[in-house]
């Protein structure tokens, strides 16, 4: 079945960018929605955006202007960059398959069927 | 964005009684193509989250059949009928019917 990894730094300064990777094994990265969601310490759950394989993505507009959701099918692998960060972007990351449908342009969600085990990213200097 | 309210956010329950959580949105959360994307999720302690149902009451591969839900419109519920050790953790409802999908702020079940 498919399994997710998430990869990248556990520190980042503030004012950089914050860069994680996602690799998908088990299956293929074609034809899915692939999400990022994080939850800060003690708190609950964000959805940040997601990317089809196509290369297509679409952002939370609370992030938009910091976010890029990229996806690289030869590596089987998508990734996420927030710039731009301060303590509140502290959280652990999760990486995610979203089941999105799309029916006359609109949008719609079953929610997120695989799971990463996410990855801690602490923002501080 | 759609606000999801859950309650209550803490729930000690008995082993073997039920649980019952609410999740209401701040909009209907029928879609243009009829229906309705509410789903629930399961975050054992230290674990991922996992879903458990999808469009309100289709229940997951290998989720027990104690897990159910229900509800329309506004107004959900996701209900245990019989609370097991392995069932301790935080609930969230999420909503994929309007975009940004949101997520409740979660309930947390413990044994009492």
């Known amino acids: 079945q498919v399994q997710l990894q998430e990869s990248g730094p556990g520190l980042v300064k503030p004012s950089e960018t914050l860069s994680l990777s996602c690799s998908v094994s088990?299956?293929?990265?074609?034809?899915?929605?692939w999400s990022w969601i994080r939850q800060p310490p003690g708190k609950g759950l964000e959805w940040i955006g997601y990317i089809y394989n196509s290369g297509s993505t679409n952002y939370n507009p609370s992030l938009r202007s910091r976010v890029t959701i990229s996806v690289d099918t030869s590596k089987s692998q998508f990734s996420l960059k927030l710039s731009s960060v301060t303590a509140a972007d502290t959280a652990v990351y999760y990486c995610?398959?979203?089941?999105?449908?799309?029916?006359?342009?609109?949008?719609?969600?079953?929610?997120?069927?695989?799971w990463g085990q996410g990855t801690t990213v602490t923002v501080s200097s | 964005d759609v606000v999801m309210t859950q309650s209550p956010l803490s729930l000690p329950v008995t082993l073997g009684q039920p649980a019952s959580i609410s999740c209401r949105s701040s909009?209907?959360?029928?879609?243009?193509?009829?229906?309705?994307?509410l789903n629930w999720f399961q975050q054992r302690p230290g674990q991922s989250p996992r879903r458990l149902i999808y469009?309100?009451?289709n229940r997951d591969s290998g989720v027990p059949d104690r897990f159910s839900g229900s509800g329309s419109g506004t107004d959900f519920t996701l209900k245990i009928s019989r609370v097991e050790a392995e069932d301790v953790g935080v609930y969230y409802c999420m909503q994929g019917s309007h975009w940004p999908w949101t997520f409740g702020q979660g309930t947390k079940v413990e044994i009492k």
């Open positions: 469009k309100v009451s």
């Open positions: 995610a398959r979203d089941n999105v449908l799309l029916w006359f342009g609109e949008l719609s969600s079953t929610g997120m069927d695989v």
């Open positions: 088990g299956g293929s990265i074609s034809n899915s929605y």
């Open positions: 909009q209907s959360l029928v879609h243009s193509d009829g229906n309705t994307y």
